[in-house]
């Protein structure tokens, strides 16, 4: 069985044609035998890439990826216990663990089941929530600026939970009726997702081009129509709703991050399993076609694993915006792959995340800033970036 690699944009090498290593760098290959595994488990070392083959199903990564792989991940760690003991009561990293353990004290254990270690998961597990929704979305459309939170997937949530928030009477904070506001944001995620698709797909094909000019479309729409429902309410159910539609980690429980975690949980499988239409499609279509993939029915799974993504973590802490938007590009420009890197997308999104809800806490303290306005002022000058980069290679279309 030949293992094969996806094309790299500007590269020479035939569609389609086997790799093989360069002579002499598989031990025990006799020089100029291509580097082709018959059957079973084997690895197979290539120049600055490390595959391996395991009944038929193998992979390849760069020592590059996997070190800034388990470097992002540290730092999400750091940012995780740092959430957790750095506050208006500092709390040594000793003392939290033994708050964990069930044997520090009853103050620090307070501070740190109920109040910090709650708003800490929530915000990990969004950030990493978004972060692999913004490589989902802008792998499938091969546009760097089809992010949720730009192209109406995360104003239709915005729009689901307001309603779930205002029908059905949840309090800001969370409470046992919270349950509303996920369900509420998926199915205006979706709603907002299937016309934007419905929208963009013309003649058996969607560019991203287009499909960000609908999203922006429909996100005016449904900023307005979240505007109605805001001005139809009584105020107090208003106050609340905007309390939400901020975007803060404030207050947050283990209801949210389990809410999170459950969608990550049923997702994450299924996008792993489809890693290969995944890289594809990054390709374009004609590319994916030609190499027996059924682009239509992949982007579409993965679009709807973008959305359910999006939808949930915008349930959780509210419409933040940026972390899916950048996340995706840190990740590529770290790893300097051609390509999206997921994981890596994900893990950028969890430490940027906790980064910018340790700072809208301490920027101004005792006074605490939404996480939302904090990376809305850091995004913001990157979309500008993005826009002007874009328009200068002329890849804005």
């Known amino acids: 069985m030949s293992l094969r690699l996806p094309e790299q944009p500007g590269s020479t090498r035939p569609t389609g044609t086997p790799v093989t290593a360069p ?172 016309v934007i698709y419905a929208m963009a797909f013309r003649d058996g094909a969607i560019t991203g081009f287009r499909f960000v000019l609908v999203g922006i479309g429909v996100q005016g729409a449904l900023t307005a129509l979240t505007s109605w429902l805001l001005a139809r309410a009584d105020i107090n159910e208003a106050s609340r709703a905007m309390v939400w539609l901020t975007g803060s980690l404030n207050g947050r429980g283990f209801e949210h991050a389990w809410w999170a975690g459950l969608a990550l949980l049923v997702t994450l499988p299924v996008v792993l399993a489809l890693i290969r239409p995944y890289q594809l499609l990054q390709y374009g279509d004609d590319t994916a076609r030609a190499l027996g993939l059924p682009v239509d029915r992949a982007r579409v799974v993965l679009l709807l694993a973008s959305v359910v993504l999006a939808a949930v973590a915008t349930a959780a802490a509210g419409p933040i915006g940026f972390v899916a938007l950048a996340a995706p590009q840190i990740a590529r420009r770290l790893t300097g792959t051609a390509n999206l890197p997921l994981l890596t997308s994900g893990c950028v999104g969890a430490a940027l995340m906790l980064g910018a809800d340790l700072a809208a806490r301490l920027l101004l303290a005792p006074i605490e800033l939404p996480v939302g306005v904090v990376t809305g002022a850091v995004g913001a000058p990157y979309l500008m970036w993005l826009l002007t980069r874009a328009n200068r290679v002329g890849r804005a279309g």
């Open 23 to 194: 002579t002499g760098e598989r031990a025990g290959t006799p020089t100029g035998t291509p580097a082709t595994a018959p059957t079973g488990e084997r690895a197979v070392r290539q120049r600055g890439r490390i595959g391996w083959e395991v009944a038929g199903l193998g992979g390849i990564a760069r020592p590059r990826v996997l070190g800034v792989l388990a470097v992002v991940l540290v730092l999400a760690a750091a940012g995780l216990v740092a959430s957790v003991s750095i506050g208006e009561f500092p709390i040594p990293a000793g003392d939290v663990v033994r708050a964990l353990t069930g044997t520090g004290g009853a103050d620090a254990t307070l501070i740190v089941r109920e109040l910090r270690l709650p708003r800490a998961l929530t915000g990990l597990l969004v950030g990493f929530a978004f972060g692999l929704a913004g490589a989902l979305m802008q792998a499938v459309t091969r546009n760097p600026l089809a992010s949720p939170d730009l192209i109406g997937i995360s104003a239709g949530a915005s729009t689901g939970g307001v309603a779930a928030i205002l029908i059905g009477g949840v309090t800001a904070a969370g409470a046992g009726s919270y349950a509303s506001v996920p369900l509420g944001a998926l199915v205006g995620a979706l709603v907002a997702a299937g």
